[in-house]
Nanobody, 126 residues
Framework: QVQPVESGGGLVQAGGSLRLSCAAS????????MAWFRQAPGKEREFVAALRWSSRITYAADSVKGRFTISRDGAKKTVYLQMDSLKPEDTAVYYC???????????????????WGQGTQVTVSS
């Protein structure tokens, strides 16, 4: 069992930056990948970025490429989402997710991830 716990959300002006953190507790040696998703009011949850734990290979949605960076600290069992050049449309609840099974091409699908955090609110004002 892996329990992701997010932190770092808040209110920021457009063009600003925030860094989200997600600490994984529990049976962390079983983690194959971790990811960030987000859900804006009235919209479905969408993929933001993912990271394969062992290789550190990363993936990002087109909407955040060049602005958001996912990384990890293995010693702290923590994954980060550095968000720069934030836009009002980035406003959402951001969720951290983890999986113990890597399914390759399904990295952007929330169905691949069995462990979810409680979410953290990010609000970008214009």
């Amino acid at each position: 069992q892996v329990q992701p716990v997010e932190s770092g959300g808040g209110l920021v002006q457009a063009g600003g930056s925030l860094r989200l953190s997600c600490a994984a507790s529990g049976r962390t040696p079983s983690v194959a990948a971790m990811a960030w998703f987000r859900q804006a009011p009235g919209k479905e949850r969408e993929f933001v970025a993912a990271l394969r734990w062992s290789s550190r290979i990363t993936y990002a949605a087109d909407s955040v490429k060049g602005r958001f960076t996912i990384s990890r600290d293995g010693a702290k069992k923590t994954v980060y989402l550095q968000m720069d050049s934030l836009k009002p449309e980035d406003t959402a609840v951001y969720y951290c997710a983890a999986t113990s099974v890597w399914s390759g091409s399904d990295y952007y699908s929330d169905s691949m991830y069995g462990y979810w955090g409680q979410g953290t609110q990010v609000t970008v004002s214009s």
